[in-house]
């Protein structure tokens, strides 16, 4: 079974950072790209940083200048970076995972259950 799991999620002041961490186990064909998201109460799920196989980035406008994605593809692993913190970044950050677990199968969303990032002094 293909598991993604999130860790490193906590409460840290503003202006801090943290750093995000994702594993995709069980085997996998091919991923294609891995990607955080964050959903605040009462806001929908919205896309904070992509990386493809090829390692492009892609981040929300929010996120350009203070978060940096990464990836292990040789260990299945994802990271996220976070600096100079805000309130607004309070959320619920969830790991995404688009990849393939076999040849017959298609590409599909695999999805971690959540860690919570809360700034707040």
């Known amino acids: 079974q293909a598991q993604v799991v999130e860790s490193g999620g906590g409460l840290v002041q503003p202006g801090g950072s943290l750093r995000l961490s994702c594993a995709a186990s069980g085997s996998w064909l091919s991923i294609e790209r891995m990607s955080w998201f964050r959903q605040s109460p009462g806001k929908e799920r919205e896309l904070v940083a992509t990386?493809?196989?090829?390692?492009?980035?892609n981040y929300a406008d929010s996120a350009k200048g203070r978060f940096a994605i990464s990836r292990d593809s040789a260990k299945n692993t994802l990271s996220l970076q976070m600096n100079s913190l805000k309130p607004e970044d309070t959320a619920v950050y969830y790991c995404?995972?688009?990849?393939?677990?076999?040849?017959?199968?298609?590409?599909?969303?695999?999805w971690g259950q959540g860690t919570q990032v809360t700034v707040s002094s």
């Open positions: 995404n995972v688009v990849g393939r677990r076999t040849t017959w199968s298609l590409p599909r969303d695999y």
């Open positions: 990386i493809t196989a090829s390692g492009d980035t």
